[in-house]
């Protein structure tokens, strides 16, 4: 069974960065598609970040490109976003979810996802 277990919320001011990080276990996740989402009160739940485990391939939504960064350390299992220049309105849980053997082009839809972590809170203050 695959958990995901998502780390490194907090608070922090505008201009301000934090690294999220999302450790994976229950087995090997070669062929998989991690990505990063987040739901801000009374919102849809938005993909921000996905990576292709083997290969590598990146994908930003839009309102982050430029200032969050997406990574993965296979020795760990682990899948980091790097969050840099944040503004409030990044403010939300943000979530780490995984699917194996994904078409890369939708990395972006929740329903592609068969695995979420619990969420972690990131508030950035203006």
């Known amino acids: 069974q695959v958990q995901l277990v998502e780390s490194g919320g907090g608070l922090v001011q505008a201009g301000g960065s934090l690294r999220l990080d999302c450790a994976a276990s229950?087995?090997?996740?070669?062929?998989?598609?991690m990505g990063w989402f987040r739901q801000a009160p009374g919102k849809e739940r938005e993909a921000v970040a996905g990576?292709?485990?083997?290969?590598?391939?990146?994908f930003y939504a839009d309102s982050v490109k430029g200032r969050f960064t997406i990574s993965r350390d296979n020795a760990k299992s682990t899948v980091y976003l790097q969050m840099d220049n944040l503004k409030p309105e990044d403010t939300a849980v943000y979530y780490c979810?995984?699917?194996?053997?994904?078409?890369?082009?939708?990395?972006?839809?929740?329903?592609?996802?068969?695995?979420w972590g619990q969420g972690t809170q990131v508030t950035v203050s203006s």
């Open positions: 979810a995984a699917k194996f053997r994904a078409f890369l082009g939708l990395w972006s839809r929740r329903e592609t996802y068969d695995y």
């Open positions: 229950g087995r090997t996740f070669s062929g998989y598609i």
């Open positions: 990576i292709q485990w083997s290969g590598g391939a990146t």
